[in-house]
């Protein structure tokens, strides 16, 4: 990490929902405080592990005040030190402007959805959500209507609201999984059935 300056990259661990660092190493940064110091067993040994937590860290949804549209400097906008990922994301495919901070009133995360109850205080807002971007996939509905997800931060996930209280919902889509379940069943009922037919047949000519 220090020959790759990761640790210079806060916002981007910010971003990413990090709230702990587990280091054999002393970290002496502005971002981190030492939680703890306990003892480890590793690969190498036993070694003392300490335990840094990120300040200001990040729940996994929030609201930012302005979006910039991402072009090829993205990667310079997430590493710079000065990027301030609780107010600003960079949108693919969304032009720059600025918004009103909404409120997350309640927030339910499982492995196949999350639904998240939200005040958008002004006209719109934008939702940033902590969680990989993956659109085959993921869908999202705002009140039960489908609605756009936006590539956010490179590898996130933003939606666009409007002013008013919505119940926004992600979820997984498992559609194709179940359709080749079924497939996949009625395969293994066929391969069953061929393999029982000699024995069937075997026992019909013995009571025919």
């Known amino acids: 990490m220090n020959q790759t300056n990761n640790l210079l990259s806060v916002p981007v661990l910010r971003f990413l929902n990090?709230?702990?660092?587990?280091?054999?190493?002393?970290?002496?940064?502005?971002?981190?405080?030492?939680?703890?110091?306990?003892?480890?067993n590793s690969a190498f040994g036993k070694i003392d592990l300490n335990i840094y937590r990120l300040k200001n860290n990040l729940q996994r949804a929030w609201f930012v005040k302005n979006t910039i549209k991402e072009d090829q400097n993205l990667y310079n906008y997430l590493t710079a030190s000065?990027?301030?990922?609780?107010?600003?994301?960079?949108?693919?495919?969304?032009?720059?402007?600025?918004?009103?901070?909404?409120?997350?009133?309640?927030?339910?995360?499982?492995?196949?959805?999350?639904?998240?109850?939200?005040?958008?205080?002004?006209?719109?807002?934008?939702?940033?959500?902590?969680?990989?971007?993956?659109?085959?996939?993921?869908?999202?509905?705002?009140?039960?209507?489908?609605?756009?997800?936006?590539?956010?931060?490179?590898?996130?996930?933003?939606?666009?609201?409007?002013e008013g209280k919505h119940s926004v919902v992600f979820k997984y889509d498992d559609s194709l999984f179940r359709s080749l379940l079924i497939f996949s069943n009625i395969i293994l009922c066929i391969i069953f059935f061929i393999l029982i037919k000699p024995f069937l047949m075997r026992l019909l000519k013995e009571h025919t």
Not at 33 to 38: D, P
Not at 94 to 115: A, R
């Open 82 to 162: 000065a990027f301030d990922s609780e107010n600003i994301a960079i949108v693919k495919d969304l032009e720059s402007q600025s918004f009103s901070k909404g409120e997350i009133i309640g927030l339910n995360w499982n492995i196949h959805e999350i639904s998240i109850d939200v005040n958008v205080l002004s006209e719109s807002a934008f939702l940033v959500l902590s969680e990989i971007n993956y659109p085959e996939r993921w869908k999202a509905t705002v009140d039960n209507k489908d609605v756009r997800i936006y590539q956010t931060n490179g590898v996130l996930r933003g939606l666009l609201l409007n």
């Open 18 to 40: 990090v709230k702990y660092l587990l280091s054999p190493a002393e970290i002496n940064h502005k971002d981190f405080e030492l939680s703890m110091n306990t003892p480890y």
